[in-house]
């Protein structure tokens, strides 16, 4: 196995491990509440990842598909009484069918108009989820959603309280994350960079780059929908100031300051990035502030972001090691 490999295992372990023992340790639900939503964000940060940190493609249309995701999960629970785990799954392939449309459109623009297709298309989303009143229940949200639970054959696997939710959001987060991972190192992973670093050149060797960032988009799409399920029925309520575009700046910040492409450097970033703001009690003005000066502090120190700072401090550590 190739060393970096075996190192972002190892390090996803230790991570894994520490998230799964800090409840038991710090007994303080709000702990627990913030751990959980820090969660909700990896899976938001590592898919926008495959978008922009993989593909290159500048979306702002990641909101909207945490969106999708939340109304689609929030209704099918409230008003047709599905089970969480259709829910979920329903949750993800809506948002997928919705990226699917936008890059579709957005792909026979420019490069450089693709942002702002995609932000088009997620302000359209926000004006239906305030003004189609009979479904989305309108400004006043939707209430009432109900906790996640699990029926195994005769088995019923309730998920109550906020400690029981978070172990299924640490569980499902796990698991994106690795499936994630999977497509980062597979054949698909490299044809993404040969794209996002010169599209011309990978066309030339055979690959068909519409296809493939079709495929990045969509699938990154659909782990925001997941991170979007989780999300309401989490906090059992749902409404459209939830998803403004902050929240994509937010997981746009994420994977530039962690390294695009990265993976240490995005989860660590995408954990740190929403848990120092709300222990700190930083407004969300304040926090976007505070965004830009740790932006601006990375385009000077570290360019290529925390990912990028990892590998030279493996580097020279390997050197010492060579050299003593």
Known sequence: MPLNFLEDLKFYLIFLFILSILPMIIRIPYIV???????????????YNLILGYTGLFSLAHAAFFAVGAYTSALLSVDLKVQFTPA???????????AYG???????????SFGLVTLAFSSILALVYKNWVEITRGPMGIPGIPR??????????????DL????????????????????????????????RENQVLAESVGINSKKYMT?????????????????VHYVRYVNPESFSLSLTVTAITMVIIGGQGGFKGV?????????????LRISPDWRDVLFGIVLLACARFFPEGIEGAFKLLFKRKSEVTENA
């Open 267 to 279: 989860l660590i970033t995408a954990i740190a990035l929403y848990m120092i703001p709300e222990f």
């Open 102 to 112: 936008i890059i579709k459109v957005a792909l026979k623009t420019s490069y450089h």
């Open 33 to 47: 509440t913030v751990l959980a939503f820090s969660l909700m964000y990896v899976i938001l940060a590592m898919s």
């Open 88 to 98: 979920l799954l329903l949750a993800g392939i809506s948002s997928m069918v919705v």
């Open 148 to 161: 996640p639970y699990l029926e195994l054959l005769s088995l019923r696997i309730e998920f109550f309280t």
């Open 164 to 195: 029981q939710c978070y172990y299924l959001i640490l569980t499902i987060t796990a698991l994106s994350v690795w499936f994630l991972s999977k497509i980062f190192r597979s054949r698909i992973g490299r044809a993404l960079i040969a794209i």
């Open 215 to 231: 495929l990045a988009f969509v699938l990154g799409a659909f782990f925001a929908g997941i991170a979007g399920s989780l999300y």
